[in-house]
């Protein structure tokens, strides 16, 4: 029997519900879900890598095949050293879509083995991007810890 691994890269600072959404979707989709973290050294972050880990562990703590952990470097070898098949990613509006693609074909180049997967989020969320953008809390749109946490990092 084939044990689907999925791999669900971002920045997640922080998880927002329109993460979650597909988050939900994916772990219904595939047998392991690692939500993989990217150490990413030229962003500027709201969040520590720890701090976004925690706020993930916390929030995915349901579901018994969601696994969070954090990555650097090349995410085909990363994918590699996790024995995982599939990239998961999310689209919201057009807009993502020509970055998507150029990722996808190029991770393709690197690992033709690894397929890239794109869901659609619930409708709410198609409109909700990365909230260290926005600098505030958005009531709905993140899970009640994370608000909290904005709340107490943006007083
Ligand atoms: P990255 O910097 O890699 O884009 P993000 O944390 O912003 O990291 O996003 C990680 C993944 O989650 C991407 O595939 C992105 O398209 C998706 N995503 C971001 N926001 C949402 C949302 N509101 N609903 C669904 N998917 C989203």
Do not use: C, H
């Given at each position: 029997m084939k044990t689907s691994v999925a791999i669900y890269p971002g920045s997640f600072d922080p998880v927002t519900n329109g993460h979650l959404d597909l988050i939900e979707r994916g772990e219904k989709m595939f047998d392991v879900l690692i939500v993989a973290v990217l150490r990413n050294a030229e962003k500027q972050p709201l969040f520590t890598v720890p701090e976004r880990v925690e706020m993930l562990r916390e929030v995915t703590k349901e579901?018994?095949?969601?696994?969070?952990?954090?990555?650097?470097?090349?995410?085909?070898?990363?994918?590699?050293?996790?024995?995982?098949?599939?990239?998961?990613?999310?689209?919201?509006?057009?807009?993502?879509?020509?970055?998507?693609?150029?990722?996808?074909?190029?991770?393709?180049?690197?690992?033709?083995?690894?397929?890239?997967?794109?869901?659609?989020?619930?409708e709410p969320y198609s409109y909700l991007s990365a909230i260290a953008q926005h600098g505030a809390p958005l009531k709905g749109l993140v899970p009640a810890i994370v608000e909290a946490r904005l709340r107490a990092k943006m007083s």
């Open positions: 579901w018994r095949s969601v696994e969070v952990d954090v990555f650097d470097g090349l995410l085909v070898d990363y994918a590699r050293k996790r024995g995982a098949a599939v990239i998961l990613r999310g689209i919201r509006a057009v807009s993502d879509y020509e970055y998507e693609l150029q990722m996808a074909l190029m991770n393709r180049k690197l690992e033709p083995r690894l397929e890239t997967v794109f869901m659609i989020p619930g």
